[in-house]
């Protein structure tokens, strides 16, 4: 892989410089503590380089093969949306790693009728018309596994008590994302599945008519990619 482009070797300039900046800052202190001590296998990773040295362990090198090994297809799908170095294979070729990523991702889907119902689905598992178990409504709303609030908004507008106003914005983002699912299904279901595709990109996605079912994965990918490029500047 390599810089492809002016725009980005300037964003890896960037980079490089937002590290020297941080270096020896607190947060940066901190990460370096996190990842040694609790995710790295440092001591594992010099056996392994000892063996090397000695050549107990033997690497392999191959070149211009054309394509990934399996195991750095799934790699590349979370490098790549990053925008700073060129996809190693073409979009189209990790087309499966996508839609496998998706299809086995899980949903939190919430009732917005009648708020009986609160349960955890597999994509792939999801009828092509999703209801309510409990009350057969389509109006039924897709969030994040952790996300609790949801579900005390929903039983909060039950009981026609008032939200505030970060309640309202909760039962807002709900309520649009189950418009999605009572439109579209299963497919809204697949595009909410998406890393950081929430109900306004989700409804993009979904607006754009696609002949093909590649082509609604490839335009996953793209705002998942979007929306790692622009993240760092949310806060």
């Not at 001590?37 to 054309?66: F, H, P, W, Y």
């Not at 090994?69 to 996809?87: E, F, K, M, N, Y």
């Amino acid at each position: 892989m390599g810089i492809v482009s002016k725009d980005a070797e300037y964003k890896a300039r960037e980079a490089r410089l937002l590290v020297d900046i941080y270096r020896n800052s607190m947060s940066n202190l901190e990460a370096r503590r996190e990842l040694f001590a609790e995710k790295l296998d440092v001591e594992g990773g010099r056996l392994v380089l000892n063996r090397i040295g000695s050549g107990d362990l033997k690497i392999d090198v191959v070149q211009d093969v054309g394509q990934c090994t399996p195991l750095a297809v799934p790699l590349l799908d979370r490098i790549v949306p990053h925008g700073l170095l060129r996809p190693a294979v073409e979009e189209a070729s990790i087309l499966d790693v996508i839609k496998s990523r998706l299809l086995h991702g899980k949903l939190r889907l919430l009732c917005m009728y009648c708020g009986q119902w609160d349960s955890v689905r597999t994509v792939e598992n999801l009828p092509e018309q999703i209801r309510c178990p409990k009350c057969r409504s389509t109006l039924v709303a897709s969030t994040f596994l952790s996300n609790d609030a949801l579900g005390k908004v929903i039983a909060k507008k039950m009981r026609n008590q008032k939200l505030t106003p970060e309640e309202s914005k909760e039962w807002m983002t709900g309520w649009r994302s189950a418009g999605l699912i009572q439109n579209y299904g299963r497919k809204a279901g697949i595009v909410l599945a998406g890393r950081g595709v929430g109900p306004t990109t989700a409804s993009r996605v979904l607006r754009k008519h696609t002949a093909k079912e590649d082509d609604l994965y490839l335009n996953i990918l793209k705002a998942e990619r979007e929306f790692e490029r622009t993240r760092m500047f949310w806060d």
